[in-house]
């Protein structure tokens, strides 16, 4: 049978079944000349009367009997082929898996994972530092999300933007700098350590200083913010980072934290995925779990650094 004339196998079915031209015109619909017509086009196809006119009754030739037996089953299954796959979260055996940068690892991730093991706990997550170069090739990965600082999306990236935050200076509690306001002098003329793990931190203070030909000296990059701490406690380091991360940080450690000494962009932040993935009901329902972790502390310890910056730390 023609690939086109698929089409006509609903007909076909109907017409075994009711054995009426008809009951078949008014079950699907249609006036009795066009069902003739189909039938006239099927009785082509299959080389076969199928249906035989026996006074008021219409009888089925044998192969029209057989053919009412595999049709059940046959359109049975094309059907499925068009229904919307379900998701049960329980039964979901799926690996997750998840890029952003440690930070996210230490404060954000434990939730989202103790979410994960109550609503599918048959299911497991793979978590990796993000590297920002990796997102043109994100279509190439087995990653479903990655929650990262980006001032463009790629096309065929989908995305939902958990918020904004400036960028802050933090160093040891000890520093010379701390508790004041920074000039840029006192910016250039410390040297500063780097976090190199997770999206782009940077490129807001290379624009405002590379127009003016200044430049940063640079004492240590390193991929994790807890390495950053640990140098910034033991040296007279400077580090640029987002004031949402620094907040919770001096916080927790010997730290202080206080404004850039120039206007800089804002950084947006965004929870990203492929659109190969966009429709498929396991990743919405994981993306959906995962959102409101990651934009809930974003907002939230935004909210207190600005608020603190606001006090003059």
């Known amino acids: 049978m023609l690939k086109a004339n698929l089409n006509l196998l609903p007909t076909l079915k109907v017409l075994l079944e009711s054995r009426n031209i008809s009951r ?20 082509g196809e299959f080389g076969d009367e199928l249906l035989v006119r026996e006074g008021q009754r219409w009888l089925l030739t044998p192969r029209a009997e057989v053919l009412a037996a595999q049709l059940a089953d046959s ?9 919307a796959p379900g998701f049960d979260p329980g039964r979901c055996e799926r690996v997750f898996r998840l890029a952003s940068s440690d930070y996210v690892a230490q404060h954000i991730l434990p939730d989202i994972c103790a979410a994960l093991a109550k609503e599918a706990p ?37 995305g939902l933007h958990q918020g904004e935050d400036r960028l802050a200076v933090l160093m040891g509690s000890h520093h010379p700098l701390a ?12 040297p500063h350590i780097q976090v190199s793990g997770g999206g782009d931190k940077d490129s807001p203070v290379e624009q405002v200083l590379a127009p003016q ?12 913010f807890q390495a950053a701490v640990e140098v910034l406690l033991r ?10 991360i620094a907040w919770p940080l001096s916080c927790r450690h010997s ?12 950084q947006q932040y965004h929870l990203l995925w492929h659109q190969r993935h966009h429709q498929d009901p396991a990743h919405r329902w994981f993306r959906e779990l995962a959102y409101p972790f990651l934009r809930d502390h974003l907002q ?10 606001g006090q003059g730390v």
Request: aromatic fraction near 10%; charged fraction near 20%.
């Open 24 to 43: 078949a015109a008014e079950l699907l619909h249609l006036s009795q000349p066009s069902i003739s017509k189909q039938l006239a086009q099927l009785r």
């Open 213 to 224: 030909g200044l430049s940063r000296r640079w004492f240590a990059r390193v991929p994790f």
């Open 300 to 309: 939230r310890t935004v909210g207190a650094s600005h608020k603190q910056l």
């Open 255 to 266: 730290l202080a934290f206080s404004d850039l000494p120039f206007p800089a962009r804002p």
């Open 122 to 158: 048959q299911a497991a997550l793979e978590y990796s530092m993000w590297d920002k170069r990796q997102l043109p090739q994100l279509w190439q990965s087995d990653l479903d999300l990655v929650s990262t600082i980006t001032e463009e999306v790629p096309d065929q990236i989908r």
């Open 235 to 244: 040296t007279d380091c400077l580090m640029t980072m987002p004031a949402h």
């Open 75 to 83: 359109l049975d299954a094309l059907e499925r082929l068009y229904e």
């Open 179 to 190: 508790g004041n306001s920074l000039t840029l002098e006192d910016y250039l003329a410390w």
